[in-house]
């Protein structure tokens, strides 16, 4: 074959195969915010408080932080295409078990269930994109992936409500359950030319391995602060805008539509620049956009075109410049090793998801609506901080170390 035409099909086959992550991801990002408009019919359905409602959400977000370390290194011993199925197998199930459920606890359940199943898949698909995309293109496969995070939260909340009017709230459950269900086929057809391990160092042994990295501690860390600038804030957007400037929760909702689409718009322009400008110069510029957005966000009085541009600035050049970062994790360690770092980089994601919304919270609590921004401008500015040190960490060893 002409070598030409074999590195056309070769391309071919790789497009078609990130294609096929994406739309997994996909149908597990649409449970990120599924609850939402359900919640006032669950909690007639089940007579559960505020309170509890509240740990249900939780449910969620706390297996995804907790599994990922745990679970997200499997795909090293067995495989990156099988762990990936299992996975949405197990999504599968726990929303087929979240339409059935007859109790609130049996819905908590489901919504554990659901969560390590995503603490299972992401770290997976994001080493495959380590084992088969080359490092110079690896960002733009990411962010092929990240555009499902972008497209769900435009997609399931109005199709939730619309869903929870029509047919009850069990059935964007079912929904959710089949997308993952029909996802299992693209998944299953990729290629899947990782190594698996036998033996070997132990999930210790590993991540002692990736920390020992110069710099590896810091960029880890960085990948928390993302977490804690991003999703703690769009916790409290509808509130802002609600209580800062006098939208309705109507108007408010279409805003956020909005914005998403902004962080679409800011995911297709990194996936477009991020590799040429380079991995690290990526996640500098999409931590100093989002420092300069929030910095808007918390101007008191600041006009609201003013804040929405800000707040767009956040979501787009948070897109822009994550799959970089995750690039840059990826790189930590071995191939034989990519789920572990992958792992790690997951679960210290998921853990600012769960730490940020209540850091804004206590925020609003003492200081008001407006300290959105400032919660989000701190978070970005340690962020920047910690990829500028490891930075300096690893110029000093190359230069030690003659390179």
Do not use: K
Request: with cysteine; hydrophobic share 55%.
């Amino acid at each position: 074959m002409d070598p030409m035409v074999r590195s056309a099909a070769t391309e071919a086959n790789l497009t078609r195969a990130l294609w096929a992550l994406t739309a997994g991801t996909f149908a597990l990002a649409l449970n990120l915010n599924v609850l939402a408009p359900l919640l006032p019919d669950i909690a007639r359905a089940f007579d559960a408080s505020p309170e509890t409602l509240g740990l249900l959400s939780a449910m969620y977000a706390v297996p995804q932080a907790l599994g990922a370390p745990l679970l997200g290194p499997l795909s090293d011993r067995w495989g990156r295409r099988r762990m990936m199925l299992l996975a949405l197998g197990g999504f599968t199930l726990a929303g087929f078990a979240a339409a059935l459920a007859p109790t609130l606890a049996w819905l908590a359940v489901a919504r554990v269930l659901a969560g390590l199943a995503s603490s299972i898949y992401v770290p997976a698909a994001y080493a495959w994109i380590g084992d088969q995309v080359p490092a110079e293109h690896r960002a733009a496969g990411i962010s092929n992936m990240t555009m499902a995070a972008p497209l769900a939260s435009m997609v399931i909340l109005p199709l939730a409500g619309f869903m929870d009017v029509q047919f009850g709230w069990r059935s964007p459950f079912i929904l959710l359950a089949l997308l993952a269900l029909l996802a299992l086929w693209p998944i299953s057809s990729i290629p899947d030319g990782h190594r698996r391990v036998r033996g070997g160092p132990g999930l210790v042994a590993s991540y002692r391995e990736i920390l020992s990295v110069p710099g590896a501690p810091t960029l880890l860390l960085a990948s928390l602060c993302f977490a804690v600038s991003i999703m703690g804030p769009t916790a409290f957007l509808g509130v802002y805008l609600v209580e800062v400037h006098l939208l309705s929760i109507a108007t408010a909702g279409i805003v956020l539509g909005v914005l998403s689409a902004a962080r679409l718009f800011g995911n297709r322009v990194g996936a477009r620049f991020a590799d040429r400008l380079g991995h690290r110069r990526a996640v500098t510029w999409g931590l100093a956009g989002m420092a300069i957005g929030y910095l808007l966000v918390g101007l008191p009085g600041l006009p609201l075109g003013m804040a929405l541009a800000g707040l767009a600035l956040v979501g787009a050049t948070f897109q822009g410049g994550y799959p970089a970062q995750v690039a840059l994790v990826i790189g930590l360690s071995p191939a034989a090793r990519g789920g572990t770092a992958a792992a790690a980089n997951t679960g210290l994601f998921y853990l600012g998801a769960t730490i940020g919304p209540a850091l804004v919270g206590l925020a609003v609590g003492a200081a008001g609506p407006i300290s959105v921004g400032w919660i989000g401008l701190l978070g970005a500015l340690v962020g920047l901080a910690l990829v500028t040190t490891r930075a300096r960490v690893v110029a000093a060893v190359s230069r030690a170390r003659g390179d």
